[in-house]
């Protein structure tokens, strides 16, 4: 199965996307991760390390914690071989990893395949390369029924969002990457001046109807 994955393209992504997707399942059996129209097997992410912890005695594993500042999400090596291979990665070190994504007991992680350490530097030039990608594939809202639609959407968020004290702003673009991050902005401004919502802190939102 691993070397199925590794045939499978590994996409850049951040990691806030890749907790955003939807866990595909075969009879308890984990598939793939589906965001919007792609079915994610594996991925390449740039990040910090932030944690990191080796497991004692016979059983071998080593985990990672990555941080990219759209989410954490953690890596996971299991046996003496890769624990030997990711051993000399630390915290602190930025680095890129190309992974398969698995998901088990409700949480997502990776399985990394690669590790590498790079400039910190790389992980500030890949989130304007991925926002740069998601301007070329958004289009500018004109039409004043789509800009109400989306507003309702935006609102609608909040909404549901009130039982866990609220939404990131950053998480509502990541969340409907169909829609351009200026016009989300734009109508979460509006939103503000109209006293519909108010933000308990900044990037935080909460509705006051």
Known sequence: MTDQ??????YKMRIGDILLGKPIFDNEKFIY????????????????IVDK??????????FFTLDDGSGQIKLKSFGEEDAEKFKKVEQGQTVAVIGIVRSWNNETYLQPEIISKRDPKYLL???????????????PVKDKNEVKAIKDKILEKIKV????????TEKIILEFREISSETING???????????????PGRLRYLG
């Not at 994955?5 to 590994?10: E, H, I, L, P």
């Not at 912890?53 to 080593?62: C, F, H, R, V």
């Not at 109508?187 to 802190?201: A, D, H, Q, S, T």
């Open 33 to 48: 991760m589906e965001l919007g129209n792609k079915k994610i097997s594996r991925v390449n992410i740039i990040g910090n």
């Open 125 to 139: 030039v890949r989130k304007l390369e991925l926002e740069k990608k998601k301007k070329e594939i958004t289009k």
């Open 187 to 201: 109508e979460v401004k509006r939103l503000l001046e109209e006293g519909i919502i108010f933000e308990p802190r």
């Open 5 to 10: 994955f590794k045939r499978n393209v590994a």
């Open 53 to 62: 912890y080796e497991s004692e005695g016979e059983k071998k594993y080593l």
């Open 161 to 168: 969002s009130e039982s866990d004290g609220g939404v990131d």
